[in-house]
């Protein structure tokens, strides 16, 4: 079997509902009564999957956020639905509601790559690999599709994490989106499962951890269903991660408490079970990587005074460090441009490959400069 389009979608034949029972000494066992069985001829690509859900009105495309392959997806999705025709738009969990502003201007072109990095605050708030999601980005760009921050501030999941939702002032509170609903029995369990895989925390952590993504997920929602409103014309191609996708109870059943809209929801089904309840359509993509990028090799302190960004550490393998740099050091400037804080160095090095050299300045101590070369790694 050979991959026609960068995703195939699995379509399960479920001959009887799965589930464990306890058989009577004497009883005949049920044969192939939790057999799940993948018909292989039933197995398409990309242009099948379009047909199924050109007409809903959202389409919910889950990513393992730093799986290339699950990038390449989407991007297949929206160039489908854009080529037939479908006014789109496109949600992102990976950027914040309070940096929309930016996104506006990236699209119509009033401002460049880098500018919109650096005012939307990515490199700071997200800081995934860019070079995963520039390829949509820059399709919506051509194509003057609306880009969509569907994440609430960090600054307000961040409080919530540490007093919960009851803990807000009356100022936080009013930034909660509107008609909140608790959380259920299903979504709580799911989630207590997840909490489970970490060995720290207790009840009350458990709580504000649930709340989290819970307002996580209600915010999103929110924002999705006030732009699906707003622009009635418009098909919403949302783009998150897919624990806030699978089994509906994340964004998608909140998006259709709002409007009544249901959506079509797309996972990556490699290495989980095939679970009809968990999506819509699994995807098989072809693997894919990024190629790597070139690494100066250092740790950055955060939210410092001073000149420059200051080196706290280094990685194990660290061209910087080869090259004379010091822990303690301020990087002044990096392939000639000045740096003052880590987004800085990011934008530089974006599209830098290992074993490119690049000069770099910096301060050590009150007034001693170095100006060195270093291999990137």
């Known amino acids: 079997m050979s991959y026609k389009s960068l995703a195939m979608i699995a379509v399960a034949v479920v001959l009887a509902a799965p589930g464990a029972s306890v058989l009577a000494r004497d009883a005949e066992p049920a044969a192939g009564a939790a057999t799940r069985v993948l018909e292989l001829d039933a197995l398409t690509g990309v242009e ?9 009105r959202v389409v919910y495309v889950g990513e393992h956020h730093d799986r290339y392959a699950d990038h390449l997806d989407q991007l297949a999705v929206i160039r489908g639905l854009h080529a037939r025709g479908k006014p789109l738009a496109i949600g992102l969990e990976c950027f914040q509601q309070p940096f929309q502003i930016h996104l506006d201007a990236y699209v119509a072109g009033a401002i460049d790559e880098a500018q919109m990095l650096r005012r939307t605050e990515y490199f700071e708030r997200w800081r995934f690999d860019y070079r995963l999601y520039r390829p949509i980005l820059r399709f919506a760009r051509e194509h003057e599709i609306p880009l969509i921050a569907l994440n609430l501030d960090q600054a307000l999941t961040r409080r919530v994490g540490e007093v919960g939702i009851d803990g807000l002032d009356p100022r936080q509170r009013a930034a909660l989106p509107a008609a909140l609903a608790r959380p259920d029995a299903a979504y709580r369990e799911r989630l207590r499962e997840i909490f489970a895989q970490h060995p720290f925390g207790d009840e009350r952590d458990l709580d504000h951890f649930i ?7 209600e915010g999103m929602a929110a924002r999705a269903a006030d732009y699906l409103d707003a622009n009635p014309e418009r098909t919403l191609v949302v783009l998150a991660g897919a624990g806030h996708l699978e089994y509906g109870i994340g964004i998608p059943d909140r998006v259709e408490r709002r409007l009544g809209l249901p959506g079509a929801v797309l996972l ?3 290495g989980r079970p095939v679970e009809p309840p968990a999506a819509d359509f699994y995807l098989y993509p072809a693997p894919a990587e990024l190629p790597p990028a070139g690494l100066l090799g250092v740790q950055l302190g955060e939210g410092e005074e001073g000149a420059g ?4 550490g280094f990685a194990a ?3 910087a460090q080869a090259a004379g740099v010091a822990v303690g050091d301020r990087i002044l400037a990096l392939a000639g441009r000045a740096v003052a804080d880590y987004a800085d160095i990011r934008l530089v090095l974006l599209d830098r490959v290992p074993g490119e050299r690049v000069a770099v300045t910096v301060l050590r101590g009150a007034e001693e400069r170095h100006d060195l070369e270093v291999e990137l790694r």
């Open 48 to 56: 099948t999957l379009l047909g199924r859900i050109a007409e809903r």
């Open 211 to 217: 709340e989290v993504q819970l307002l996580w997920d």
């Open 268 to 270: 990556n089904g490699e």
């Open 309 to 312: 960004t200051r080196v706290v």
């Open 317 to 319: 393998d660290s061209g």
